[in-house]
């Protein structure tokens, strides 16, 4: 059974960084689109970052460009968050995708979800 869990979220300060991890049971990073999502209250869910583990594609928010960072090992994906803004406060998800489908990392195509961790940026 594919499971993703993620950790990491937290309250910090306009400026500081964090790092959520995402934890994968059931399978290895080996040849995934791997994807992190956030939902603000009352907003629909957007596309951060996606990634694909074979051939190390990366593709970003514009307004996470340069602060963001996707990487990953053979069971656990992160994302390293910097200069964080109290706009980036919202629940953030990992999700995969069997192969590279870069086309495809968004909340509709991906396959398999985690449930969130949350991510409160005060200014």
């Known amino acids: 059974e594919v499971q993703l869990v993620e950790s990491g979220g937290g309250l910090v300060q306009a400026g500081e960084s964090l790092k959520l991890s995402c934890a994968a049971a059931?399978?290895?990073?080996?040849?995934?689109?791997i994807g992190w999502f956030r939902q603000a209250p009352g907003q629909e869910r957007e596309r951060v970052v996606c990634?694909?583990?074979?051939?190390?594609e990366t593709s970003s928010l514009d307004s996470v460009q340069g602060r963001f960072n996707i990487s990953n090992a053979k069971n656990t994906a992160w994302l390293q968050m910097n200069s964080l803004k109290s706009e980036d406060t919202a629940v953030y998800y990992c999700?995969?995708?069997?192969?590279?489908?870069?086309?495809?990392?968004?909340?509709?195509?991906?396959?398999?979800w985690g449930k969130g961790t949350l991510v409160i940026v005060s200014s």
């Open positions: 059931g399978f290895v990073f080996d040849d995934y689109t």
């Open positions: 990634h694909t583990s074979s051939d190390g």
């Open positions: 999700a995969v995708l069997k192969g590279s489908h870069m086309n495809r990392c968004d909340h509709h195509g991906m396959a398999f």
